[in-house]
């Protein structure tokens, strides 16, 4: 794999990927950003297997195809320090190199055979829903979600998912937010989703997204991003 991308692009992928990350151990293939060059097209994935995401990006001069893995957040380090300009990553003997005029950095890869696999959105039902009404959604709520409770369901938010509509409740047992926008769908599905997963979506997206889901994950579809949140079987809270 060899590419040449610039310093802005880059550093603002990372800096993206960098709350998807494992960040307690560094051992773990979790703590690394999956990057793939294949069909003109940069993918950079990252998860800490609860929640994920990946971008796609064709604004990248493509050397070599090929596929690597680095650690997300001293890859994200060394791009800070470098000028502003292009970059060139290259992949030689299981090590990734970044280089820039006269600085040169390598770290250490893990095997990309080994980095997690992210679910599909193929097959699972899907619901075309405008960003802004989701967003505008979650910022209603987000605001009565608990911050530090030993129950998760007040951890995070419920997404209550109808035929007729999508509704969005969140409490600390002493406030309570409800949201509702309209919606088309056949089936049925009641989820909470982390605080830390609503804070991610609100930064992602802003066009047109294709919301899909099942009984083990949430994913969110749009031009350039998809997050994908892996779902519990908890007892979920009847509000509605």
């Given at each position: 794999m060899k590419i040449i991308i610039s310093k802005s692009i880059i550093e603002n992928i990372l800096i993206q990927a960098g709350p998807f990350l494992e960040k307690k151990d560094t051992s773990q293939i979790t703590s690394h950003v999956f990057i793939n060059v294949s069909n003109a097209t940069l993918t950079i994935k990252a998860t800490d297997y609860e929640i994920g995401y990946f971008i796609t990006t064709n604004n990248v001069n493509i050397i070599d195809d090929g596929s690597t893995t680095a650690n997300g957040k001293k890859l994200l380090d060394i791009i800070r320090i470098l000028k502003d300009g292009d970059i060139n990553l290259e992949v030689k003997n299981e090590m990734l190199y970044i280089t820039q005029a006269h600085s040169n950095f390598k770290l250490p890869t893990f095997s990309h055979e080994d980095y997690p696999e992210f679910p599909s959105y193929e097959g699972k039902s899907r619901i075309a829903i405008n960003s802004f009404s989701l967003?505008?959604?979650?910022?209603?709520?987000?605001?009565?979600?608990?911050?530090?409770?030993?129950?998760?369901?007040?951890?995070?938010?419920?997404?209550?998912?109808?035929?007729?509509?999508?509704?969005?409740?969140?409490?600390?047992?002493?406030?309570?937010?409800?949201?509702?926008?309209?919606?088309?769908?056949?089936?049925?599905?009641?989820?909470?989703?982390?605080?830390?997963?609503?804070?991610?979506?609100q930064k992602l997206f802003f066009n047109d997204i294709e919301l899909y889901y099942d009984e083990t994950n949430l994913i969110i579809h749009s031009d350039q991003y998809t997050f994908f949140y892996k779902t519990h079987k908890w007892q979920v809270p009847r509000v509605f």
């Open positions: 967003i505008e959604s979650l910022k209603k709520i987000t605001p009565a979600i608990d911050t530090n409770n030993p129950k998760f369901e007040l951890n995070g938010a419920l997404i209550d998912i109808k035929p007729d509509a999508i509704n969005f409740a969140s409490t600390d047992t002493r406030r309570l937010a409800v949201a509702t926008i309209p919606n088309h769908a056949e089936e049925e599905l009641s989820i909470i989703l982390p605080k830390k997963a609503i804070v991610e979506i």
